[in-house]
């Protein structure tokens, strides 16, 4: 997890899916823009997230999550590379988050940044967070995964075993084999839960 803090921002420049370009200029427009933007901001976006997803200004940005959180939003840019969705229990979460988005895109006519909000609320029904604990897979890392994956720089594959999709580095589709049907014994606990979650009686 410290592999990536110290790098430079990472986040692919090609903003597929963003909404840069269109304006809001009416008021029925702003006003969305704005329950985006609180929507976002409610799901623990960043500020540069805000900025690309949204066509409200810096200014007015800042002083909504202030108002919404009551703090300013963190300072910097996002420091995240694509090692982090390849590790392993990050891998699994972001190929969940992936495959909802991809299909709320695909056969909900959703855009990229719709997709995102109700993909996210969907990926923490389907995997939430131990009582107290911050989500695995925070909603900035999910929309820094879209666009890795719409700049090519993750792709999917299909494991050749249990056919799920998930999250590899590029050119790595050949004889995938995913982290659940092949999980590492370093996963220690994890590894527990989904022995008891099969069946399994050995003891520890
Ligand atoms: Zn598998």
């Not at 990472?10 to 963003?18: H, K, L, N, R, T």
């Not at 809001?24 to 799901?43: C, F, H, M, N, P």
């Not at 895109?105 to 959703?110: D, I, K, V, W």
């Not at 580095?169 to 995938?176: A, N, S």
């Amino acid at each position: 997890m410290t592999r990536d803090a110290g790098l430079p921002a990472a986040v692919p420049a090609a903003a597929a899916g963003s909404r840069s370009g269109k304006k809001a200029k009416t008021v029925l427009g702003e006003s969305r823009e704005i329950q985006l933007a609180i929507d976002l901001i409610r799901l623990g976006a960043r500020l540069q997230l805000l900025e690309t997803e949204t066509q409200l200004s810096r200014d007015r940005l800042l002083k909504l999550y202030k108002e919404l959180l009551g703090v300013s939003p963190p300072k910097g840019m996002l420091p995240f590379s694509t090692d982090w969705f390849l590790t392993w229990q990050p891998n699994i979460h972001a190929s969940l988050f992936a495959g909802i988005h991809r299909q709320l895109m695909q056969h909900a006519g959703l855009d990229s940044v719709d997709a995102l909000v109700k993909g996210y609320r969907l990926y923490l029904e389907q995997l939430p967070p131990e009582p107290g604990a911050e989500p695995v897979l925070s909603l900035t890392r999910a929309w820094t995964l879209v666009r890795f994956l719409n700049s090519s720089m993750l792709e999917t594959a299909r494991c050749r075993q249990c056919g799920g999709e998930f999250i590899v580095q590029p050119q790595r589709r050949q004889r995938f084999v995913c982290g659940l049907c092949r999980v590492p014994s370093r996963a220690g606990k994890t590894r527990k839960v989904l022995d008891a979650r099969a069946g399994s009686t050995q003891p520890d």
